[in-house]
């Protein structure tokens, strides 16, 4: 069975800083996805980045980017240069397959609030 | 385009109503997802879709029922819901890649749904 462990509640961040929440995973899958989203309190979960199991770089999106060690299973989602509509909570996610069909398992969340 | 698109927004139902709630999405897309999420929780699956016939169901109550009609269309019956029942459900849909494991889901803005 696969599992998200997001370690981090809550994170408090100066508009303008960088910001690192945590995501490790355990899996006995030699391919899978990791994906990070972001959920603000309207409620839509917003697509931010994806990594693949044998992906060679880091994945980077805009301000996004990964930090994705293998050895370690970890997959920590740096944003750069954070803003006040980056408060919202963040979700990291694996993907697992049964059944002929997919489905993404999710970590319990980190709430990111960026202060002025 | 990534435009999942969920109606009603928000809905309240008495515990003997029967409603439904809908997901669209013109991408092409041949897997579609339910998920529900309740209150600083993270998203748990209910139902996956996979061209249009039902490939996994979340040992989910039978007052959920899920119909793809259409390749574009999800819709969500609901029948004699509990309070409990209450929570964002959130509709998603999964791109086609290859390699598979590069594949991803986006998700809808969600109905909120409250049972009376």
């Known amino acids: 069975a696969q599992k998200i462990t997001q370690t981090q509640p809550g994170m408090f961040v100066q508009e303008k800083e960088a910001v690192t929440l945590d995501c490790t995973y355990d899996t006995s899958d030699p391919s899978y996805g990791l994906f990070w989203y972001k959920q603000p309190s309207s409620g839509e979960m917003i697509f931010l980045i994806y990594?693949?199991?044998?992906?060679?770089q880091n994945a980077t999106e805009g301000r996004y980017s990964l930090n994705f060690q293998k050895a370690r299973k970890s997959a920590n989602l740096v944003i750069s240069a954070s803003q006040l509509g980056d408060s919202a909570m963040y979700f990291c996610?694996?993907?697992?397959?049964?059944?002929?069909?997919?489905?993404?398992?999710f970590g319990k969340g980190t709430k990111l609030t960026v202060n002025p | 385009d990534t435009e999942v698109t969920q109606t009603p927004k928000h809905l309240v139902m008495g515990m003997t109503n029967k409603k439904s709630l809908k997901c669209e999405q013109h991408?092409?897309?041949?897997?579609m997802y339910w998920y529900k999420q309740k209150a600083k929780k993270p998203p748990e699956l209910m139902f996956v879709?996979?061209?249009?016939?039902?490939?996994i169901n979340e040992s989910v109550p039978s007052r959920f029922s899920p119909e793809c009609p259409n390749s574009s269309l999800l819709n969500l019956h609901l029948h004699a819901l509990q309070p409990e029942d209450s929570a964002l459900y959130l509709c998603a849909s999964k791109t086609s890649a290859v390699p598979r494991n590069r594949e991803k889901l986006f998700f809808g803005s969600g109905t909120q749904l409250s049972v009376l």
């Open positions: 990594q693949g199991s044998y992906d060679q």
């Open positions: 991408m092409g897309h041949r897997a």
């Open positions: 879709y996979s061209y249009e016939k039902l490939s």
């Open positions: 996610a694996m993907r697992e397959y049964r059944g002929g069909s997919e489905k993404l398992v």
